[in-house]
């Protein structure tokens, strides 16, 4: 059922029978039977009579519970005034408070004190009447903050909290004006809504500007956080359900116009969405004793919104999920609902008899959890165990080292932990630096003979992935012609700052020399200028990236030293003769650091040799796929507290938008105890009040460096002097009483 106002709609509130709707918006307060959901009945249009017509205009609408005629709204001018709908129609009004300064723009009754009215004002303040007063009771001045919203707990009769800008929620006892009961950060941002749940004692919600609807249990020592809900828009309204004590309906500030509906015990998808709005929703309330809500939104639309025709999100999404591990094994996930058939797959336990069943989840329903292991994966070995990743990002050189003592620490590395292609790969490295072949200039010769060999040949029968989707159109290649140039620009020499090594003095020199077979070959390739080398038959010499990389690298690295010269490496694989010439080292380190990535699943090893080349390195890798591993190695890094190596790692990264990942816009407010106004100076002196802040609680003396404060007392001091008061004894050094807590 729908019913369509001429003006915005501000503020619903129904009666405690829930036949009643109290719609309140600019320059009207009509009163609406909604006991029939399919027919909208308006009973009463509420006059102001001789009082001043913008009285009519109101911001908020709030149904006294217990007296059930009369209604508070909070007007346009400020003003509060209180309805009774049993007078006359011609001027209801009963009662009109005019606050000396205070403008009111939330109002709320009590629940069972039909007497209590709480107000927020524009002016940072919340005022609480009693209406069987002339004036208002208290004013309690929430200095800094304008206070969002502000609702009295079902479980008290004295005790109301209020959410404010700043993120904090602070609750308060009308019996103790002096300072807040408690006081905790709730949110990053301004909080816009909070509500009790009528159902669960101590329970209560919040939602920010921050997407999240925070849930929590009062407790008379220390509010705990009970659990989050992220939603995709700032959070304007939160309301929970008067039947399920789990649910809790949304509604978006002013992005989204759907209302959402959550279950606590499943917070990751809505429970129901509503979509009957098409804009922004700028109130809604659950009917009492009902699963339906009415809704109202800016457009003038008051909406009833029936649970069985919501939309639920649980019932579109598939049921089985699967996914792939880094072994090859296979995970997949199934509704507990789902028949658990009997299925013949493969045992849990792999070949060498260790279980990994356990040790890639933690579910509460093992049964819906199944792990099949691969059986064309013969070498189970092959992976890095979270042992071997922290260790070599401990132990992993990056910089700060000449390249060649740098490759040899980390092959040292890699064969302590018994990693031959790690160790033998940095060996690689290192011989190809000592060679001299290790620069710019060869890379950039190897781009420009792969290009001319790709005109001649197609795509498809080259394994080598060097820029190779740079062929597909003309626009490509001069796409990356262009970043080749901006690579390299007018360098023709070696880019590493070195110094000049000699070849090892073990090698042979007969083994520099090329077999006489050879010479009339490779002669044109010694000192041979870039156009040479991109003829048709140069690319004769580069047979083996037609090959299975994967066959080369193991023979590569399992005879690495025999077969290594500084002009050629010589290989035999599957009986066949391999020959890599040296204009070709540059295409094999390239093809090395994504093998490590792709095929064996090390992205420690490939970002980290790609990092220890510099320059080279990022001229080998696309700054997007380089991006895209640095970012995944960093989180890796992270999980295992490796948080030094990863800060290394985002310092190396040459793009802005990484390294600005280290410098989040966060701040950490810090108010005066006296003020309560937020204070910035640097010499520990309030701004506003031009007070000292408070000194440290044990010795006395200005707070510098790290310190600690309790949350419930607003004392504290040094962090080591806090530590050794409490380890004998139990309450706050100050004398207050209170049993501190700094979890």
């Known amino acids: 059922m729908k019913i369509q106002f001429e003006c915005p709609i501000n503020a619903l509130s129904f009666n405690n029978r829930g036949n009643r709707l109290a719609v309140a918006g600019k320059n009207f307060l009509k009163i609406v039977d909604v006991s ?4 909208f009945k308006e009973l009463h249009n509420l ?33 509060i005034a209180l309805w009774n709908l049993s007078r006359p129609e011609v001027n209801r009004v009963e009662r009109i408070i005019r606050p000396k300064k205070q403008y009111a723009m939330k109002v709320c009754f009590h629940h069972s004190k039909p007497n209590y009215l709480l107000s927020a004002t524009g002016d940072d303040c919340v005022v609480f009447f009693d209406l069987r007063q002339e004036r208002s009771v208290f004013t309690f001045e929430n200095r800094g903050a304008h206070v969002r919203d502000v609702k009295f707990a079902y479980n008290s009769h004295t005790l109301f909290a209020l959410a404010d800008d700043n993120g904090m929620v602070k609750f308060l006892d009308v019996r103790k004006l002096a300072k807040p009961v408690q006081l905790f950060t709730a949110h990053g941002g301004p909080v816009l809504s909070l ?14 500007r921050d997407k999240i609807i925070q849930i929590w249990e009062y407790q008379s ?28 309906a949304s509604s978006a500030l002013t992005t989204d116009f759907e209302i959402q509906v959550w279950d606590i015990r499943h917070p990751c998808l809505p429970y129901a969405v509503f979509f009957e709005h098409t804009s922004s929703v700028k109130g809604f309330q659950w009917k009492p004793n009902s699963d339906s809500l009415l809704s109202a939104s800016t457009n003038g639309s008051l909406i009833w919104n029936n649970a069985k025709n919501a939309y639920q ?3 579109h999404i598939s049921p089985v999920a699967i996914n792939f591990s880094v072994n090859g094994n296979i995970l997949y996930v199934y509704d507990s609902h789902i028949s658990n058939k009997k299925l013949g797959v493969a045992s849990s336990t792999a070949d060498d008899g260790e279980d990994r069943s356990n040790s890639y989840f933690v579910g509460p329903r093992k049964s819906c959890f199944r792990l099949l292991n691969s059986q064309f994966y013969k070498n189970k070995k092959t992976y890095i165990t979270p042992a071997q990743f922290k260790t070599f990002a401990e132990e992993y050189h990056l910089t700060d080292y000449c390249f060649p003592d740098l490759c040899q620490h980390n092959a040292n ?8 292609r790690e160790s033998h790969t940095w060996l690689m490295l290192k011989d190809f630096y000592i060679s001299g072949h290790l620069t710019l200039v060869n890379l950039r010769r190897a781009w420009l003979r792969t290009k001319a060999s790709c005109q001649w040949s197609s795509a498809s029968d080259l394994s080598t992935d060097f820029y190779l989707e740079s062929t597909q159109s003309d626009q490509g290649d001069q796409s990356e012609y262009d970043h080749f140039i901006a690579c390299f620009g007018r360098l023709f020499d070696d880019d590493f700052e070195r110094e000049t090594y000699a070849p090892p003095s073990t090698r042979r020199p007969e083994d520099e020399k090329l077999p006489i077979s050879k010479i009339a070959v490779c002669s044109e390739g010694f000192g041979a200028s870039e156009e040479t080398l991109a003829k048709p038959h140069c690319r004769d010499e580069s047979a083996w990236l037609k090959m299975d990389f994967d066959l080369i690298f193991n023979q590569l690295t399992r005879s690495w030293g025999s077969s290594y010269n500084s002009h050629f490496i010589n290989l035999t694989v599957d009986g066949n003769p391999v020959i890599i010439r040296w204009f070709d080292y540059m295409l094999l380190l390239q093809k090395i650091i994504p093998y490590f990535v792709e095929n064996r699943a090390n992205l420690q090893m490939g970002a980290t040799i790609m990092l220890s080349l510099g320059k080279l390195g990022n001229a080998m890798v696309r700054r997007e796929t380089k991006t895209e591993w640095l970012l995944s190695y960093t989180e890796l890094l992270k999980r295992c507290e490796q948080y030094s190596t990863a800060v290394e790692v985002m310092k190396m990264c040459p793009t802005i938008p990484f390294r600005n990942i280290n410098q989040p816009k966060n701040k950490i407010m810090i108010f005066c105890p006296h003020c309560e106004k937020p204070a910035f100076n640097k010499s520990w002196i309030c701004n506003s009040c031009n007070r000292p802040l408070e000194n440290c609680s044990v010795c006395e003396e200005t707070i510098r460096g790290l310190f600690l404060w309790c949350p419930g007392c607003l004392h504290g001091g040094h962090l080591n002097h806090i530590e050794s008061w409490f380890q004998s004894h139990n309450l706050c050094p100050t004398g207050c009483g209170h049993k501190c807590t700094y979890d």
């Open 47 to 79: 006059k102001v009579g001789d009082q001043p017509r913008s009285l009519a205009s109101s911001l908020d609408v709030s149904w006294n519970k217990v007296e059930v005629n009369r209604i508070a709204t909070a007007t346009g001018n400020g003003y």
């Open 413 to 420: 590395v890699a064969l302590k932990l018994k990693k031959r």
């Open 195 to 208: 509500d009790f749940n009528p159902l669960v004692e101590n329970i209560f919600a919040t939602g920010g």
């Open 221 to 248: 020592t220390k509010t705990k956080l009970e659990d989050s809900i992220v939603t995709s828009a700032p959070v304007g309204q939160i309301h929970w359900n008067p039947l399920k004590g789990t649910q809790i």
């Open 36 to 39: 029939d959901e399919k027919n």
């Open 313 to 315: 999100p649980c019932r």
